[in-house]
């Protein structure tokens, strides 16, 4: 049986108006094409679903039961294009977003999530945590829509990286380190020299899930042949701050992550001449253009840029605040 859903349409019409003339009109087609579109539904079913008479149509009763599913069916059949069409521009359906605790403590991770709740009021945001390569493997298997990451891990084919922000790396002590006493002074000195860290003990995010942060000073001590030694290496940078807490040790952190533990860590710069800086990477699949995944993806890089240029006007920018 082939039964299409215009034939329900035609159907519908028909039952209405009780006229093949006035149906034909209010579907805008022509009565002759609509009396034979109506016989092969009749045809295809088997059964007569008008009675003809001089005046119009009357529904037999077989037209009284399709009458009932033929409504449902349309019914459902416009709901479901209308679903797509809110699918499609981005307006209706779910987004899932994996982030790392450094990436979720930068502000513009909240920024987000508000903007697009208030533009995309039937869009629902499912968020989780986990590390970089986690989230980056989820992303590429299509368990995850997108990721807030760092530094950049192994990259899978087709899984696109795109940085939306940059920010300072900042060294994180035990507020009793010895390094805060140097000279007698009780004060946080306004930065570090990388030939202070001579032997000190850091704690590391655990380098495979994201080596470019710590790689990157790693080799800038080196370069000025400072030996740090490396004591402890986590899976998440709050437990990295969590440690640096209870004593165990130094490590680095983005800028935006000062405000963790301020009653027991004291945050310092590092020396102008080290360069280090933690990106803020926006992770998806490269054919993720369309739908409420896409609308998400172009909302974040809206912002990054809005962001980043009121970063930039600043005279003291500073990442930990939501601008």
């Not at 294009?81 to 982030?99: I, K, N, P, W």
């Not at 987000?112 to 390569?133: D, F, G, M, T």
């Not at 946080?188 to 655990?206: E, G, H, Y």
């Not at 533990?261 to 800086?277: E, G, W, Y």
Request: contains cysteine; positive net charge.
């Amino acid at each position: 049986m082939h039964i299409e859903m215009r034939h329900l349409r035609y159907f519908l019409a028909a039952a209405q108006t009780g006229h093949m003339t006035q149906a034909a009109e209010l579907l805008g087609i022509q009565q002759p094409p609509l009396s034979q579109q109506i016989k092969n539904l009749e045809r295809e079913l088997g059964v007569p679903l008008f009675t003809r008479h001089a005046r119009g149509l009357r529904l037999t009763q077989a037209g009284l039961t399709l009458q009932k599913d033929a409504r449902r069916l349309v019914d459902e059949f416009q709901a479901m294009q209308a679903h797509m069409r809110r699918y499609l521009d981005g307006s209706e359906g779910t987004v899932s977003v994996g982030f790392t605790s450094s990436s979720a403590a930068h502000a513009f991770t909240p920024l987000v999530l508000r903007r697009c709740r208030r533009k995309y009021p039937s869009v629902q945001l499912v968020v989780s945590e986990n590390h970089a390569a986690a989230i980056t493997e989820a992303v590429a298997s299509a368990q995850l829509d997108c990721g807030f990451v760092r530094a950049s891990v192994a990259w899978p084919e087709h899984v696109v990286q795109h940085v939306l922000l940059s920010e300072p790396m900042w060294l994180a002590l035990p507020r009793d380190h010895a390094l805060l006493n140097l000279g007698g002074s009780r004060r946080a000195p306004a930065s570090m020299p990388l030939t202070a860290l001579q032997d000190q003990a850091f704690i590391f995010v655990r380098r495979p899930e994201a080596p470019g942060l710590y790689a990157n000073f790693e080799q800038a001590c080196a370069a000025r042949q400072v030996r740090i030694r490396v004591t402890a290496e986590v899976d998440r940078m709050m437990t990295a701050l969590n440690l640096v807490a209870a004593g165990v040790g130094l490590t680095i952190v983005p800028e935006s992550m000062r405000s963790v533990h301020r009653h027991a860590i004291t945050f310092v710069r590092l020396d102008k001449s080290v360069a280090l800086a933690a990106p803020l990477t926006l992770i998806y699949r490269e054919d993720e253009d369309h739908g409420p995944v896409g609308s998400f993806i172009a909302l974040v890089k809206q912002l990054a840029v809005s962001k980043a240029e009121a970063l930039a006007a600043s005279p003291h920018p500073d990442p930990t605040t939501t601008g």
